[in-house]
């Protein structure tokens, strides 16, 4: 009995596979956090991108989503800022924006001189 007591609990807390699974976990947290996992393979690609963000029912949730995934990403931050539509999330990606250093790629060290 305690065997399958067990089991049932672990199908209930096992990790989720897909992105509409994320909403089972306990935590707000949890859920956003889950939600980037699944949708960050998904970045380079624009369709499966929206028919990701077309499951989130709620725009804060979706906007957190791609503010995520633009500061993980900076060279496709445009891209994925022009997609925010709640007014704070359109603010923080205008500082993320406005630092175009982290979408370019790190020069070498120069030697210093003789």
């Known amino acids: 009995m305690t065997g399958l007591l067990l089991a049932i609990v672990g199908a209930c807390t096992a990790e989720p596979t897909t992105l ?9 947290a949890a859920v956003e956090d889950c939600r980037f996992e699944k949708v960050k393979p998904l970045i380079s ?27 993980s990403d900076p060279q496709r931050a445009g891209r994925l800022c022009r997609r925010v539509e709640t007014p704070g ?22 030697p210093p001189p003789p």
């Open 20 to 28: 509409a699974e994320c909403t089972r976990l306990d935590s707000p």
């Open 45 to 71: 690609d624009d369709d499966a991108l929206d028919a990701a963000l077309d499951t989130i029912e709620d725009p804060g949730s979706r906007d957190l989503l791609l503010l995520r995934l633009a500061i």
């Open 89 to 110: 999330a359109t603010e923080r990606c205008r500082q993320v924006l406005g630092r175009p250093h982290l979408s370019t790629t790190r020069r070498a060290p120069e």
